[in-house]
């Protein structure tokens, strides 16, 4: 049973920075993809950011230059380091898993199956 679970949210001010954690277990395939995607209301989810086994990565527009995507193998935990925050960043963050490779396009995982909780992050002006 593969598990996702996600920390490491909260509310900041703009400009200030968060760390995401997601904590996976129960994955065992060999090739795989994890990444992070947000849900703001009124908004269709979209991805922010995917590292796949072969260390391909994909960030959106809106955040490159700002967020850092990494895997801790030997924790197997992802990360999302969330610097110069804005407040069109609030939004529900998830972790999702997928054995397929990164979507460059989208900054996603193909065929992403398995999803976290989520962790909110609120940023104010």
């Known amino acids: 049973q593969v598990q996702l679970v996600e920390s490491g949210g909260g509310s900041v001010q703009a400009g200030g920075s968060l760390r995401l954690s997601c904590a996976a277990s129960?994955?065992?395939?060999?090739?795989?993809?994890l990444g992070w995607f947000r849900h703001a209301p009124g908004n269709e989810r979209e991805g922010v950011a995917a590292?796949?086994?072969?260390?391909?990565?994909s960030y959106a527009d809106s955040v490159k230059g700002r967020f850092t995507i990494s895997l801790d193998n030997a924790k197997n935990t992802l990360y999302l380091q969330m610097n110069s925050l804005k407040p069109e960043d609030t939004a529900m963050y998830h972790c999702?898993?997928?054995?397929?490779?990164?979507?460059?396009?989208?900054?996603?995982?193909?065929?992403?199956?398995?999803w976290g909780q989520g962790t909110q992050v609120t940023v104010s002006s």
């Open positions: 129960g994955y065992t395939y060999s090739r795989y993809c």
């Open positions: 590292i796949d086994s072969d260390g391909s990565t």
């Open positions: 999702a898993a997928s054995p397929g490779p990164v979507v460059v396009v989208t900054a996603t995982c193909r065929g992403a199956n398995y």
